[in-house]
């Protein structure tokens, strides 16, 4: 098993900045990509930014240009840099990993943090 813990959530101002981080437990097993996702109340879980572990990055096109995803292969770690934040981004973020065991690629999901951008 490999569990994400994440951090760095909390309540913003609009137009402010968060950044948010997920580490992942040692294990035998190689985590390929890792990301972000969000869940506003009401809605569905959605896809907010990706990057896999040669670097390259996918965003929602609702965060591309405020939102900056980065990671530390070496320490499992991944990072979700938000800046110039809107309400509309208040929502609980998930850390997602792709884990490679063998052959077989699984999910492993973070417990989420709250984000809240409110005045």
């Known amino acids: 098993q490999v569990q994400l813990v994440e951090s760095g959530g909390g309540l913003v101002q609009p137009g402010g900045s968060l950044r948010l981080s997920c580490a992942a437990s040692?294990?035998?097993?190689?985590?390929?990509?890792m990301g972000w996702y969000r869940q506003a109340p009401g809605k569905q879980r959605e896809l907010v930014a990706l990057?896999?572990?040669?670097?390259?990055?996918r965003y929602a096109d609702s965060v591309q240009g405020r939102f900056t995803i980065s990671r530390h292969n070496a320490q499992n770690t991944v990072y979700l840099q938000m800046d110039n934040l809107k309400p509309e981004d208040t929502a609980v973020y998930y850390c997602?990993?792709?884990?490679?065991?063998?052959?077989?690629?699984?999910?492993?999901w973070g417990q989420g943090t709250q984000v809240t951008v409110s005045s």
């Open positions: 997602n990993a792709v884990v490679r065991w063998g052959k077989i690629d699984r999910d492993a």
């Open positions: 990057i896999t572990g040669g670097g390259s990055t």
């Open positions: 040692r294990s035998k097993a190689s985590i390929i990509d």
